[in-house]
């Protein structure tokens, strides 16, 4: 009876393991879902997918050739009285705006979603 009830457990421990995959592994140098391809673009669904986007966006991988798709309404969370700003894809650090060598060079497609919750309210954006 024992190993009956282990076996079930571990059954229905792996479904709802799968149930709550989609089963696609991130595996890539963005961070994200999908593999860059027009058939099978990286995935924004998050803030957070956004972020590491801006994040891995460099001087050596600009996105060139790779396509991205949002697949939510993303909101960063941001109100008059709490700001957030939002990231800035290929800005190095604390270089200035107008100084940045190299930003991103792939294809975005917002797939008519929306991205809300940015508010700036700083009148020095570190912009010359």
Known sequence: ?????????????TMTVM??????????????KGSGTQGDPYL???AADFEAM???????????????KMTNDIDFGGSAENPVQ???IGKDGNAKITQIAY???GTFDGYNHT??????????????
């Open 1 to 13: 009876m024992k190993k009956i009830f282990t076996l079930i457990f571990a059954c229905i421990a």
């Open 19 to 32: 149930a709550q995959s989609d089963g696609s592994t991130v595996s890539n140098s963005w961070g994200l």
């Open 44 to 46: 924004i669904s998050t």
């Open 54 to 68: 801006a994040k891995n966006c460099n001087a050596d991988h600009k996105g060139t050739g790779e396509y991205f």
């Open 86 to 88: 939002l990231p800035a």
């Open 103 to 105: 930003g991103f060079d």
């Open 115 to 128: 991205i809300r919750g940015i508010y700036h309210t700083e009148s020095n954006n570190n912009a010359a």
